[in-house]
């Protein structure tokens, strides 16, 4: 009878590793399922031949009261961090300084947890958490319940593997769907539902979970005879583990960066969470010469994909006014990563959005980003506090000028209402300046803010008459005569720019940098916009009752007026350009920019494919063409390539520009 059981034994691991490794099943579920009862029923009639590893062992049931603690034979590190293209070229800098060229093995990052698990005798013995590196917990009852982990290998000599643990995107979903049903608190992300189901102590909710794992990296690999990481990859995979299909081995750090730009993309489908690529040095012999730091291997770095949700302090709440007046409330955040730069404030929206989320100073607050998109709180993590925060309290008065603030019915923010307050004249005269406006380098908003304190700058004209303010300008602390000469041919420039950046510049109500290009192409001269009447605006495509209903209250101010006569009579050009298409590539696409763009400004990007006969949009549907991204690229992206639009990376986008200039 004891060949029977190991018989049967075997047969069903091996269809364990088929049907949970290799996903390529050779018996059916039922023909399964009866060597498996087959099996129960033996094991129970004969238990002298019970055995720990059995595959009847893995749907867990025994009850721990604690696990106890295991000091690792060898430390678990854990890896240094880049995030961007920079600080990896740079890493690998580094190694080719010290050790010459070599080649790279370029894994996916699984967003699990790491593991630890030993075999003797070709036998599984213990499952051990990372824990803080030097001591993790026994954890081999849950880990045991992963089906696709071997519990017999060829291989009969002690031996260390190493991986993640981690719970299938369906499995969370499913997990999750279950608590909401059952008014459970859902799991944030898979990673922590992976966490929690690790550390639960009734081994059979850890095996209702659905874990499964990736095994990455085999400690002292010299020691069975491997040279190279990717060898002992292959090594492990055929003994039954289930090593990431992504793993790519090169040769040049360009052609790593190509392979995180494709997997940044790719990973929207994979089955499971990943926050990064790995990559490591992948000859054993380079990997020893370049050694490690107190806590990280230097011959491997993980590059960490752009977060786009990240928990931080927030500090205080403090309010901003801007060009209309309205006070904005922010949070003022310890500083924290999130999508690729380092975020230390957030909008907060208004008052009602305070209310609403229950924000108060001292929370520990979720935040978010999406796209190119101002970073917003989305929210308090309530189990954090301590009893020390302390609820907003809206201001009653502008924090700029000292004027009461008014909360109009029907709207959510609140206004300053004084038109000479200083914050917005400010932000009004350096809005006219920004890029996306007249573009007039050197007149951020810290310099018009002290231009304006002097008293030269007290509305958008006055931009033009600062040449008489020469003497003053060149006696303030840290402006040279170069600053000043810039700053007046900036100035000086500006007058040409056509009449949509002027438009756009002005700062009217409803009208942004899309609406100013389609009323500067439709009316071609400033007098007659000014002179347009409702009707005839709302037949223009994109320009509804609300908008037109603005530019007419605009032009119908007095002080309007007079601004635009100055600003006629300092020289400043007041009509559009006929604009020619330039026939190309994108002609006639409707393409949506997304990321970051590293060599121009998003405007910039626009002009030039307007100019090319392309419509730039802001979303992705399916009337999109073509989605162009730069770095940090987040769900427009994704959307695109669910949609199967195509894309285009900024340096391709580049090549095109650049191939056209110089076919010229
Ligand atoms: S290698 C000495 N490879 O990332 C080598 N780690 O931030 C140590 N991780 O603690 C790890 N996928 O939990 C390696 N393909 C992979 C990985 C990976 C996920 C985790 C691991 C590690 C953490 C470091």
Redesign the pocket.
């Known amino acids: 009878m004891k060949e029977r059981i190991e018989e049967l034994r075997r047969l069903i691991n091996q269809y364990n590793i088929e049907y949970h490794s290799l996903d390529k099943p050779t018996v059916s579920d039922a023909e399964y399922d009866k060597l498996m009862r087959e099996l129960i029923g033996l094991e129970e009639e004969f238990p002298q031949y019970m055995d720990s590893n059995s595959p009847t062992q893995r749907v867990g049931g025994a009850i721990l009261d604690e696990f106890t603690k295991v000091q690792h034979k060898r430390k678990?590190?854990?890896?240094g961090n880049v995030f961007n293209k920079e600080e990896l070229f740079a890493w690998a800098k580094r190694i080719t300084d010290e050790v010459g060229l070599v080649e790279f093995c370029a894994?996916?990052?699984?967003d699990g947890?790491?593991m630890s698990i030993e075999y003797r005798n070709g036998q599984f013995v213990q499952a051990v958490t990372?824990g803080d590196g030097e001591v993790g917990e026994d954890v081999t009852l849950n880990v045991k319940t992963i089906k696709s982990i071997p519990m017999n290998i060829p291989y009969k000599e002690e031996v260390e593997i190493?991986g993640?643990v981690y719970m299938p995107k369906a499995s969370f979903e499913s997990l999750n769907e279950l608590r909401r049903a059952k008014d459970e608190q859902e799991f944030a992300n898979p990673r922590n539902a992976a966490a929690g189901s690790i550390r639960q102590l009734d081994s059979s909710v850890a095996a209702s979970r659905k874990l499964n794992a990736f095994w990455?990296?085999v400690p002292d690999g010299e020691t069975y005879d491997l040279s190279t990481h990717y060898e002992s990859l292959m090594w492990i995979k055929d003994m039954g583990f289930v090593v990431?299909e992504n793993t790519t081995l090169f040769t040049r750090i360009e052609d790593v960066w190509d392979f995180i730009e494709r997997m940044t993309i790719e990973r929207n489908n994979l089955p499971y969470e990943i926050d990064g690529i790995?990559i490591?040095v992948n000859d054993f012999s380079i990997q020893d010469r370049l050694g490690y730091t107190v806590k990280v291997?230097k011959w491997?770095i993980?590059y960490k994909f752009p977060a786009e949700e990240a928990v931080t302090l927030l500090e205080d709440i403090f309010i901003t006014v801007g060009r209309t007046g309205k006070a904005t409330p922010n949070a003022k955040l310890t500083p924290v990563r999130l999508a690729g730069t380092t975020v230390a404030a957030a909008t907060l929206h208004n008052e009602d959005m305070i209310l609403q989320k229950d924000v108060r100073i001292g929370d520990m607050v979720i935040i978010h980003k999406a796209g190119d998109i101002i970073p917003e709180v989305i929210g308090s993590v309530v189990e954090k506090r301590d009893g020390s925060q302390i609820p907003y309290i809206f201001p009653t008065t502008c924090p700029d000028c000292g004027m009461p603030l008014h909360r109009f019915t029907d709207e959510a923010a609140h206004y300053c209402v004084n038109s000479n307050c200083p914050a917005r004249i400010v932000n009004s005269i350096a809005h006219f300046a920004s890029r996306d406006a007249m573009n007039i380098d050197g007149l951020g908003e810290k310099k018009v803010e002290q231009f304006h304190k002097a008293g030269w700058l007290n509305k958008v004209d006055d931009i033009f008459k600062l040449e008489s303010h020469r003497d003053d300008i060149l006696a303030l602390d840290k402006f040279g005569l170069k600053s000043y000469d810039n700053l007046i041919e900036a100035v000086e420039n500006c007058k040409s720019n056509p009449l949509d950046k002027l438009l756009f510049g002005l700062g009217i109500r409803q009208v942004g940098a899309k609406a100013s290009r389609i009323l500067a192409n439709h009316f071609k001269t400033m007098d007659a916009l000014i002179n347009a009447k409702v009707e005839e605006l709302v037949t223009i495509d994109d320009i509804g009752d609300i908008t037109a209903d603005a530019i007419v209250t605009y032009f119908s101010e007095d002080a309007t007026i007079r601004l635009i006569d100055n600003l006629k009579d300092s020289g400043v050009n007041m009509n559009q350009g006929s604009d020619t298409v330039i026939e190309s590539c994108f002609t006639g696409k409707v393409i949506v920019l997304t990321g970051s763009l590293q060599r121009f400004s998003r405007s910039e990007a626009q002009e030039y494919l307007e100019k090319h006969g392309a419509t730039v949009t802001g979303s992705v549907s399916k009337k999109t063409d073509l989605v162009i991204y730069g770095e940090a690229a987040g769900s427009k992206l994704e959307k695109a390539n669910t949609l199967g639009i195509e894309i285009m990376s900024e340096d391709e986008f580049m090549k095109i520009i650049e191939g056209e200039v110089s076919n010229d």
């Open positions: 678990m590190m854990s890896l894994e996916c990052k699984i947890l790491a990372r190493r993640e990455y990296h990431n790995v490591k291997p491997a993980a």
